[in-house]
């Protein structure tokens, strides 16, 4: 192969921030953007996400078949295709595109149409089956609920459990008002595998705070899409 066309091939691999194979569940983005898109499964097609390099969706980037292809041509912001999840940042919607971020930084189109679904966070982080703080050894572990949207405000304590699952009941910015979930730690969870909106208001008087879920373009909870 030429030297000119694999110096092509190497700067755009840096150019993209993407390395095949590479993709973790959650991906570090530039931006957060307004919200996310994802297809619809429900439409009973297969899953195929269209991406194009231009606004009219004429030239076009890639098409991927989340279940059938062997490898994904790149990083969505929640990645896990073989189980249906490639959701992808949405920095801006126009008449008959979303405007998307891929990998970490590159800016493409896909269409706005019924085989996608677009939430925007505040919705996105409503309608999830929960949310939890980080639990891994990092600064961001186990960081203090607050009974205001404050970071000076004082901090509320969780019930001793040995996990949590928080349900996201408001969206104030940086910040989401949570309610603990009574049923997580149950030996039998009536309300297993269906989001935490659908139930919640059972748990009788639950401990009620505010969490701060982002900082700029990074996410500061675990939010759990299935």
């Known amino acids: 192969m030429p030297r000119t066309i694999l110096l092509l091939i190497f700067g755009l691999i840096l150019k993209s921030n993407y390395c095949p194979g590479q993709c973790q569940y959650y991906n570090q983005t530039d931006s ?18 269209e991406v194009y390099n231009d606004r009219q969706l004429t030239e076009s980037f890639c098409r991927w078949n989340l279940y059938k292809d062997a490898t994904s041509p790149f990083c969505a912001k929640f990645h896990k295709p073989k189980h249906g999840i490639a959701e992808i940042v949405v920095l801006d919607t126009l008449p008959n595109a979303y405007k ?8 493409k189109y896909s269409p706005r149409n019924r085989d996608y679904v677009f939430l925007t966070w505040d919705e996105y982080l409503k309608h999830s089956h929960g949310t939890r703080r980080k639990t891994e050894t990092t600064e961001l572990k186990n960081q203090p609920i607050r009974d205001q949207a404050n970071e000076l405000a004082p901090i509320i304590e969780l019930p001793n459990e040995p996990d949590e699952l928080l349900c996201v009941i408001e969206v104030q910015n940086d910040w989401i008002k949570v309610k603990y979930d009574c049923f997580y730690n149950l030996l039998r969870n009536p309300h297993q595998s269906v989001p935490c909106s659908t139930y919640i208001d059972e748990c009788a ?19 759990f899409t299935m």
């Open 32 to 49: 957060l953007g307004i919200g996310l898109v994802k297809y619809n499964i429900y439409n009973r097609k297969e899953p195929v996400f």
């Open 205 to 223: 008087n639950p401990v009620t705070g505010w969490l701060k879920w982002r900082n700029k373009n990074r996410i500061l909870i675990d939010i």
């Open 100 to 107: 998307i971020l891929i990998n970490k930084s590159d800016i």
